[in-house]
C-alpha cells in the first residue's frame, strides 16, 4: 500500500503567523502541483502562494453551493470550487474550495464552521469580482494537498485570517482549446492510469486542465444525473466521467448518440483511505446543452474551434449570419 495522502493531515496543523501577516510566494502551476513517487504533493513554501491563470469553470456547476449548516457528522454541507489553468509553458491547473461545515473534520483544531448567514457572506465575497470562464484571474490564499493535487483553500478554518483571494485581471480573455487526448495517453495497456510523477506524460501532465477525447461511447451511463459519474469506453479502455450541477444534467437529458466527445477538465480523486495518490483520475463536466455530440458545458465547446458560434464545430457562413443577426441585439 502507498504511503499515500497522511502528509495531508499533517498540513492541516498549519496556523497564520504569529507576526500576524504571512508571506505571499508566486508560484506557477507546475511548481504548485509537483508530486513525489507517490503522487504526494511536495510544494512547501510557507505563508500565501500567489497564482495566475485562465479560468475554467462556474463554481455553482461544479458544487453544490447551498448552505446547509450541520453541527452532526453528516457532509460538508455547502461547497464551493472551480478551477484554473496555467498559461503559455506553465502546464498545469489548480483548484480552490471552500467548505461550510469544517468542525465536522474530526482534525480540525479549534473546531468551527460557518453558519448559514455567515456562508451567503461567505459566498458573496467569494462571487463579488464576477469572473467568468475565460477570464484571466490572480489568486492569492493558503494550500493543503488533498488525494492528487495541491488547493488553494482555507486549511479547513473559517476565520477570516484565512481566507483566500480572487482577483480578476483581464475579462474575456478566452478559455484555452481543451487538449485532444486519447485513452493511450492516459491508459496502459491493462487499462490502469498512468501515473508520471514527473508530471511530463500520463494523467498528471493534464490534471487540472481542459481536455477533450474524441469517439467514445458509453460504458456505463446508469449514473447519469447531477453529482453522478458516468464511464466512457473507445471500445477498448475506459475512463470516468464526473458530472456537475449544470442545467443540463438531469434525469432524461441523456441523449447522446454514438460515438461522441467528450470535454472537461482532467481530475483526480481517488477513494480510500490513506487514497492511493497514483489512481482515481477522471474528467470533470460541468454541464450538457443537449447537442447530442459533445459532452461538455456549452463554454467549452465554444472553445474548441474558434468562430464557432452555432458549436458544431464547423466555422461556416452560418456562423457569420447568426452573428449578423445579433449585431444590434
Keep these: 500500500m502507498k504511503g499515500g495522502c497522511l502528509i495531508f493531515v499533517l498540513l492541516l496543523t498549519v496556523q497564520v503567523s504569529v507576526f500576524g501577516v504571512d508571506p505571499c510566494t508566486p508560484a506557477t502551476h ?8 507517490d503522487g504526494i504533493g511536495t510544494y512547501n513554501v510557507a505563508g500565501k502562494v500567489i497564482l495566475e491563470g485562465i479560468v475554467l469553470n462556474k ?28 498559461e503559455g509553458d506553465d502546464h498545469a491547473g489548480t483548484a480552490l474550495w471552500v467548505g461550510q461545515n469544517y468542525e465536522l473534520l474530526p482534525w480540525v483544531f479549534p473546531p468551527g464552521s460557518y453558519d448559514d448567514l ?18 484571466r484571474i490572480r489568486v492569492t490564499g493558503y494550500y493543503l494537498f488533498y488525494k492528487g493535487k495541491t488547493n488553494v483553500n482555507e486549511q479547513h478554518h473559517f476565520e477570516p485570517e484565512y481566507d483566500f483571494t480572487v482577483e480578476l485581471l483581464e475579462r474575456g480573455v478566452g478559455l484555452p482549446r481543451p487538449e485532444v487526448i486519447s485513452f493511450d495517453d492516459v491508459k496502459d495497456g491493462n487499462d490502469n492510469f498512468i501515473f508520471d510523477s514527473s508530471r511530463e506524460s500520463g494523467c498528471e501532465y493534464y490534471q487540472g ?6 469517439d467514445v461511447n458509453f460504458a456505463d451511463a446508469n449514473g447519469w444525473g447531477p453529482n453522478g459519474e458516468v464511464t466512457v469506453t473507445d471500445g477498448v479502455k475506459t ?25 472537461g477538465i482532467m481530475d483526480q480523486e481517488p477513494e480510500g483511505y490513506p487514497p492511493d495518490c497514483t489512481v482515481g483520475y477522471r474528467i470533470w463536466v460541468m454541464d450538457y446543452d443537449g447537442n447530442g455530440a459533445v459532452l461538455a458545458s456549452r463554454e467549452h465547446r465554444r472553445a474548441a474551434v474558434p468562430g464557432d458560434v452555432q458549436l458544431d464545430e ?4 452560418g456562423d457569420f449570419a447568426e452573428m449578423a443577426c445579433d449585431w444590434l441585439k
Design 30 to 37: 507546475e511548481q504548485f502541483q509537483a508530486v513525489d513517487e
Design 314 to 317: 464547423i466555422v461556416d457562413f
Design 209 to 214: 486542465r481542459l481536455v477533450r477525447v474524441n
Design 239 to 263: 475512463f470516468p466521467v464526473k458530472l456537475g450541477f449544470g442545467r443540463g444534467i438531469y434525469a432524461g437529458s441523456n441523449n447522446l448518440s454514438e460515438p461522441f466527445d467528450v470535454i
Design 118 to 135: 455567515s456562508w451567503i457572506a461567505e459566498m458573496s465575497r467569494l462571487n463579488a469580482p464576477q469572473f467568468c470562464p475565460g477570464d
Design 59 to 86: 463554481p455553482g456547476d461544479m458544487l453544490d453551493s447551498t448552505a446547509d449548516y450541520q453541527s452532526e457528522p453528516v457532509d460538508m454541507g455547502g461547497e464551493w470550487q472551480f478551477f484554473f489553468q496555467g
